[in-house]
């Protein structure tokens, strides 16, 4: 059995920012030069998470559907089960017979196990919005701008373990992926100003303060907690110097890659990803002995 990590990407090839379906999008800055910086960019990604161990498995750009670079909304996986997303806009639905093949494919292959669908009428943007903390066992799960409350109890469900809901508040940060990170050890980098009172007094009731890293608002903008972490690594689109000062301290490591032209469409590295062999009897990587 293969035991490296194993990440989902997609071919940027056809990656354009065309339509806007979130704030930071804008069809009318973007140009040839961000599509050549972002073919560069998501290979520079590749580069890094392949330079750290794991292995990347890359699907195919299809014409027309920009946003397939982030196959983190395609599903939600853990355990070989992959339960495939819903998307709320009618700009992203073309992905979900595009990405349903995929997981056949996947599974043909034994690198997922069962292929899940949501109920009708149940929106979830998959690892986006319900992020495994291998820590706590549980999923994070996200609901609001994209996917709706009722996703929460499928989620449950499907995979039969414990999902604590995050209501977000803004159209700003609209998958829970773009202000809301899980780091090996137990630390947590979030954006609070991202979520409803409630759901900032849940984090907070659950993650003891020690444990909490609030990203400010330039770090959120930056798309730096939208982060793929590996043990005691980090990677991320390019850090301000005030978020690489808070994580060193603590003892990561950031690998950072210039991801400008995901940015403009609202995304970076984790969701630029979606990893395929998370357990959920599997602890993390633990970070290296003080
Ligand atoms: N343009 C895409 C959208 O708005 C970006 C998705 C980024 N994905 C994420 N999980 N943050 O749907």
Request: hydrophobic residues 45%.
């Amino acid at each position: 059995m293969d035991a490296r990590p194993c990440f989902l990407m997609t071919d940027a090839s056809a990656f354009d920012v065309s339509y806007r379906i979130n704030p930071w999008m804008d069809p009318g800055a973007w140009t040839a030069e961000h599509r050549a910086a972002a073919l560069a960019a998501s290979g520079e990604l590749r580069a890094a998470l392949r330079g750290l161990g794991a292995r990347v498995e890359t699907i195919e750009a299809v014409r027309g559907l920009p946003d397939l670079v982030f196959p983190a909304n395609a599903a939600v996986v853990l355990d070989g089960r992959v339960l495939l997303a819903r998307f709320r806009h009618p700009e992203r639905q073309g992905e979900e017979t595009v990405f349903r093949a995929v997981f056949a494919r996947l599974k043909a292959r034994g690198l997922v196990s069962e292929l899940v669908d949501l109920p009708e009428g149940v929106l979830q943007e998959g690892a986006g919005d319900a992020i495994w903390d291998a820590e706590r066992r549980l999923f994070w799960a996200g609901f609001g701008p994209r996917s709706n409350r009722a996703s929460l109890g499928v989620i449950r469900k499907t995979f039969g373990q414990e999902v604590v809901g995050l209501e977000l508040a803004s159209e700003r940060f609209y998958h829970l992926d773009t202000c809301f990170c899980p780091l090996a050890g137990g630390a947590m980098l979030y954006h609070p100003e991202a979520f409803t009172p409630k759901a900032l007094a849940t984090i907070r009731a659950r993650i003891a303060e020690a444990n909490r890293i609030e990203a400010t608002a330039e770090e959120a903008a930056a798309f730096c907690v939208n982060a793929v972490n590996l043990g005691e690594t980090v990677v991320m689109a390019r850090p301000p110097v005030t978020l690489r000062a808070k994580l060193e301290a603590r003892g990561y490591r950031l690998v950072e890659v210039d991801l400008a032209p995901f940015i403009r469409s609202g995304g970076a590295a984790y969701c630029m990803t979606l990893r395929l062999d998370r357990t959920s009897d599997a602890r993390p990587a633990i970070l290296a002995a003080e």
